[in-house]
DNA sequence: GATGAATGAGAGTTCATTCAT
DNA sequence: CATGAATGAACTCTCATTCAT
């Protein structure tokens, strides 16, 4: 009488150790035998749930990416004001608090993963597609309102997302230059130059 | 008698080999063996000129940065304009030849491989900075000639160059929802933006 | 209320089994999950009926014997005639129809993994025994009847024996020099050459 | 500069140690860290020669052919009379000294993995057949010279290989009813009963 | 300067076996 | 009786690195 629980909790925490170590030593150094113990079970276990290295992999960015559509569901709902709305959103993904910073460098670990493998390339797609499907929503819902310029929504989507990206990725790096509260104010800056009548 | 040009010589092929193998296969599956055949030599040879993998890696980091300074060197003496030479200087990150694409792959390796090398985030920090302060000094140099908005240079350079990071990775990726085409697009909307009585 | 038959026929069940992943796959690559999941049961359950790995090979090599010796029991009191008892015998080992077939592998796989096992080499020593003990019993009822030539009746058995089983090897491996029909043809001539007044 | 002559040096100590581990351990139980050992070398030497474990072995059983053929190529030159002949070939295939005892060893694991393995039949067809057409040659000699009952000499020579692969199965099995004795006895009989004017 | 044979530490993967349910 | 999740020992294979030539 197999609890149906048992493994799927099992996955999780294997997934979510998968994600930890990838944080922290990168997907090149990451060790099955780390993922194992980092989840407290054993190697075999780890190849019990997940048949190989890569597909473990696969599986620990879904997961990941599942966790960071999770943790911001709630936020669109909470601002009425669609600049509010934008802000908090774009808010939620500076690199500031440990879980982000996680997810971040999981994912930066899928980029470079993807370069050479079709598949991961179709994940960061969809990914990205909703990513860039939710920011246009609400640049188009704070034009309807009148709040926002008149550009096109899809183009201003991209190009915050892929500033937002470029900028993660310093600040990751750990620049001097590029801090989390540097990022913070480019942020600030670019998106009130979007709202109708700033000076800049 | 060997000419010490020959060492030099040497060495260059199998950084340029290196930047070909990492740019096709990706840091992490790259072997000293497939550098050596690229570069038309010995595993014993590469380790004669670069002592561990690690140094090779590194090494090649660095070429590659040379490299693109090079490419672009000329660049910014062509244009007067300061907004011509901004969009020229924007232009020649697009991923589009060959030559620009591979820079691009070794870059994002870079990047990866920084997360966890404090060493490898210097170089980044450096070289980011270089880039940075060129950009930053076009836009200072356009405000200064009245065609700019009055903006912080740094803020505009940073936002500009995390967006073409960001962008460009999405294409390296073959996203079909962010091509090259569409990349330029962004930027050059973004860039019109930034020009003094631009409608948007 | 388990009735007593069904320990009995689980056990039936995995031997079956047991022989039939062992005919497809070999010995080497026989898994205890292979057979379990040929059985319509589990790996555990495997386990509860045969303790190891080798238990359930050493009782899946007897069973096949057995199964063996079983087929032929009735074809012995088929023909009065001994010529052609032992015509019939020697025929009924011919690898032809799907379950001798199978049942040479088995027999082909024991006696490799006997090479390196004593008590496999008994097993073989019990088998084989019984087979030349009919075989010469045949040979001798002829030889009372006048019906074969008058050489010792042990020598024959163990030479046909030995043919039988290298001809069944070569077939088995299927050679195309030595397909099922020149088997065939090869002990018929053979026999043949056993009767009193054959020319060859 | 490479001597030539090191590479084929430790190819044969490799392939020589994998034959005798063979032959102790067999197959399936024959590791590559047993073979380096033997070879006086390391597993990764081994599999430096060698890529897989699959290669190895069908190279093993490709140079225990060849080294089978060389020891008895001379053997069929010493003998002008074809009865003497074909003893003396007959005779060295007896299991009696530790080198044919090892050779045929190595071939009862390669049958058996032949099974399973198409390429290895086809070592095997060529093998046998080279073996079938020198028993055939020497029958039809001592045929031509009237020495030798008037039979199809392909299909005495079946016969004989037959007899012969199977007995020595046997006695490898260390089997008390069939010693190299027993196997000897029963190959004079059978080629006795060739001879022309033989009463049996 | 250059080579490539040799090494051996290390990692992924397999699978018989165990045991809680 | 039966299950299958979990284990971990064992093995193949990889590859950076070394060094004799």
Redesign the pocket.
């Known amino acids: 009488?197999?609890?149906p629980s048992?493994?799927a909790?099992?996955r999780e925490q294997i997934l979510s150790a998968a994600c930890e170590v990838v944080s922290e030593l990168g997907f090149k150094?990451?060790?099955?035998?780390?993922v194992?113990r980092r989840a407290?079970?054993?190697?075999?276990?780890?190849?019990?749930?997940?048949?190989?290295?890569?597909?473990?992999m696969r599986a620990a960015f879904e997961w990941n990416f599942a966790r960071s559509l999770d943790r911001r569901r709630d936020l669109l709902q909470e601002h009425a004001d669609p600049r509010q709305r934008l802000r908090a959103f774009v808010d939620s993904y500076l690199p500031g608090d440990p879980e982000t910073v996680r997810a971040w460098h999981v994912w930066a670990e899928l980029w470079v993963e993807a370069l050479h493998d079709r598949d991961l390339q179709e994940l960061n797609e969809q990914v990205y597609g909703e990513w860039r499907r939710l920011m246009a929503s609400i640049v188009r819902d704070g034009q309807d309102a009148g709040l926002f310029r008149d550009e096109d929504p899809v183009v201003v989507a991209n190009a915050l997302i892929g500033m937002i990206d470029g900028l993660a990725l310093q600040v990751l790096l750990g620049s001097r230059s590029m801090t989390l509260e540097r990022m913070r104010a480019v942020c600030e800056q670019v998106l009130s130059s979007l709202t109708v009548g700033s000076s800049a």
Chains 1, 2, 3, 4 share one sequence.
């Open positions: 009488m197999p609890r048992v493994e909790e099992r150094s990451l060790r099955i035998a780390d194992a407290g079970t054993s190697s075999g276990t780890v190849h019990y749930y997940f048949d190989t290295k890569t597909a473990l």
